[in-house]
């Protein structure tokens, strides 16, 4: 099948993400809370982009900072996707009464932008790397589930579904045979937009200092901290930000991507 | 459209009342006392019990329900742990400095991403139609305070043509001085949020000209233009407006992060700082006025969208709200 050239370049964009994520794991520049590299020093020599305000190496920060970006982003989408998933199947499938209490809870869910959400469960757990994971992750549910609720309300309105079950076939032969394989290519598209979405809020978070507490060296923080000394290290504020904005145009190139292949309909007109 | 109306505002209320419970429900099962925010590490026992006998923690949890609904009912959002100062007070000076931003920007970004969207739409065929889309594409992957940061860097710091960040202390009193703190935040805001728009106004637009009702009423002698105007804007509209409505709340929301990039004196900054404080009726107020006017919004985008859409209208008698 012929792919697209944006899903080519989004592919691309995450895969060196993901190779600075897993070099990180193997080697380091140097320690990424070593301070003993002198102050502010300018990209160059000893120090490819240079050192941070506490002469911290900000080459092996950054690295490790993929990291914690693509763990949280697919610690949450698991999250999301899980919870999400579910709270929309058994909400396609429930009765009246239930389907409309879960819908309402939904949309006053959906009505909070995912960072406000995420912070109120930070405001009442501790500001760690589980606690972004786990906020972003229940945030993320609700849209996954409302998407989930109309898609299966869909799928089980079709006369396939009605002659399954007139020939003795169990709901949950039902739910593994012809709902989740109709619904999982809208599902996959949609999950990766989340995951982009979810690199974002928890820079957001780690910029308002209420992601991963130190030694995590989030993109986000990173920003934050460099905020102070963008005009004598300009290299500090602007290396992070655009390594969060390689990463998020390369997932929703990926999610374009996977959107075309599972719609052909959507291929000609664009 | 009464009777819609009854409806939607009973749904309103609903929501409303289901959302206030949420809210209670969340800060309330998670673990933590929300009277240790009022103690330091070591404190004795009498300490603790009167730390909860003031903030009424050691109440069962209906009555502490029914007395934070009680208060929410006359309006009394309760007092902060830490200033021990009202907090509604606190929040009505705070939207004094949101509410602007949030509007300005929402107007901005409409002005810029209607027009872009539709030449992004109409011209996809030049050389600027993918350019815009490509632009936009890009838009929506940048975090929102990174771009603040780079206008300050750029405008205040080495133009030192607008101000880093603050808001002037009497307000609006000077409405030049309020405004030019609140331009870079506004163009901020504005930019990312106009990346998403102009997609929505794109694709309305895709959908549109596409569409066997233009081509018709162009047959039949129509201008290009009258017939956009006749046929075109009102189709395109009924999405845009649902997504305006979304957007605005957005913008509201995401006021959080842009107001803590330019210190500026707003709900975001009230919600952080309540946040680290663990001061609960300052989080939980917060949070019960933003749903509030999220829940608001979302009612006036239906309604508008129903005032553009006859078909709408005529699907009254059935269809749930």
């Given at each position: 099948m012929k792919r697209s050239p944006t899903f080519l370049i989004g592919c691309v964009l995450v895969a060196l993400v993901c190779a600075v994520a897993v070099v990180s794991l193997l080697w380091l520049p140097y320690?990424?809370?070593?301070?003993?590299?002198?102050?502010?020093?300018?990209?160059g020599?000893?120090?490819?982009?240079?050192?941070?305000?506490?002469?911290?190496?900000?080459?092996?920060?950054?690295?490790?900072?993929?990291?914690?970006a693509l763990t949280v982003g697919f610690?949450?989408?698991?999250?999301?996707?899980?919870?999400?998933?579910?709270?929309?199947?058994?909400?396609?499938?429930?009765?009246?009464?239930?389907?409309?209490?879960?819908?309402?809870?939904?949309?006053?869910?959906?009505?909070?932008?995912t960072l406000l959400l995420a912070m109120l469960v930070v405001a009442v757990r501790q500001a760690s790397l589980g606690s972004a994971v786990l906020a972003i992750g229940l945030?993320?549910?609700?849209?996954?589930?409302?998407?989930?609720?109309?898609?299966?309300?869909?799928?089980?309105?079709?006369?396939?579904?009605?002659?399954?079950?007139?020939?003795?076939?169990?709901?949950?032969?039902?739910?593994?045979?012809?709902?989740?394989?109709?619904?999982?290519?809208?599902l996959l598209v949609n999950l990766a937009l989340q995951l982009g979405l979810a690199v974002l809020a928890e820079a957001s978070l780690s910029y308002l200092g209420l992601g991963p507490p130190p030694p995590n060296a989030s993109w986000g923080r990173l920003l934050q901290e460099a905020q102070?000394?963008?005009?004598?290290?300009?290299t500090g504020a602007i290396a992070p930000g655009v390594l969060l904005v390689v990463l998020v145009v390369g997932v929703n190139l990926v999610a374009d991507g996977f959107r075309d292949l599972a719609d052909p309909t959507r291929r000609r007109s664009r | 459209m009464a009777r819609y109306l009854l409806r939607r505002t009973a749904f309103l209320l609903g929501?409303?009342?289901?959302?206030?419970?949420?809210?209670?429900?969340?800060?309330?099962?998670?673990?933590?006392?929300?009277?240790?925010?009022?103690?330091?590490?070591?404190?004795?026992?009498?300490?603790?019990?009167?730390?909860?006998?003031?903030?009424?923690?050691?109440?069962?949890?209906?009555?502490?329900?029914?007395?934070?609904?009680?208060?929410?009912?006359?309006?009394?959002?309760?007092?902060?742990?830490?200033?021990?100062?009202?907090?509604?007070?606190?929040?009505?000076?705070?939207?004094?400095?949101?509410v602007p931003l949030t509007l300005l920007s929402f107007l901005l970004a409409v002005v810029v991403a209607v027009p872009v969207g539709f030449l992004a739409a109409y011209r996809a065929d030049r050389w600027y139609g993918p350019l815009l889309n490509g632009v936009s594409q890009l838009g929506i992957a940048v975090p929102v305070f990174w771009i603040g940061m780079l206008l300050v860097t750029v405008f205040a710091l080495r133009l030192r043509v607008l101000p880093a960040g603050g808001f002037p202390r009497h307000e609006w009193e000077d409405p030049a001085a309020a405004l030019t703190s609140l331009a870079l935040p506004v163009v901020t805001i504005a930019l990312v949020m106009s990346a998403s728009l102009i997609r929505y106004v794109r694709s309305a637009t895709v959908d549109v000209l596409g569409a066997d009702y233009l081509r018709t009423a162009r047959a039949l002698g129509s201008s290009f233009v009258g017939a956009m105007w006749r046929h075109g804007l009102r189709n395109a509209a009924v999405p845009v407006i649902s997504i305006l409505g979304i957007e605005l709340a957005t913008t509201f929301l995401g006021a959080v992060v842009v107001e803590s990039v330019f210190a500026l004196p707003g709900l975001g900054g009230m919600l952080v700082k309540g946040i680290a404080e663990h001061d609960y009726p300052v989080i939980q107020g917060v949070l019960v006025v933003s749903t509030f006017a999220v829940l608001v919004i979302g009612f006036a985008a239906d309604l508008v969208q129903r005032l553009v859409d006859p078909r709408l209208r005529a699907h009254l008698a059935g269809g749930r709200p």
């Open positions: 320690d990424p809370s070593d301070t003993s590299g002198g102050r502010l020093v300018p990209p020599g000893a120090h490819w982009l240079g050192t941070d305000k506490l002469g911290r190496d900000l080459l092996s920060r950054l690295m490790v900072g993929a990291r914690i610690g949450s989408v698991l999250v999301g996707g899980v919870l999400g998933v579910t709270a929309g199947l058994l909400a396609g499938f429930a009765t009246r009464w239930l389907d409309d209490t879960i819908s309402a809870v939904l949309d006053i869910l959906i009505a909070f932008p945030a993320m549910s609700a849209i996954v589930a409302r998407l989930t609720r109309v898609l299966v309300k869909r799928v089980l309105a079709q006369d396939y579904i009605t002659a399954s079950r007139t020939s003795g076939t169990s709901w949950p032969r039902v739910v593994t045979e012809h709902v989740l394989p109709n619904i999982w290519p809208t102070a000394t963008v005009l004598t290290a300009p | 929501s409303l009342l289901l959302a206030a419970t949420l809210l209670f429900l969340l800060l309330r099962l998670l673990p933590g006392d929300p009277a240790n925010s009022l103690l330091s590490v070591g404190a004795t026992p009498e300490q603790i019990a009167a730390a909860r006998h003031q903030i009424g923690s050691d109440r069962p949890l209906p009555e502490q329900f029914g007395s934070w609904l009680g208060g929410l009912a006359r309006f009394d959002l309760g007092t902060s742990f830490v200033s021990t100062l009202p907090v509604g007070q606190e929040i009505a000076s705070r939207l004094v400095v949101t």
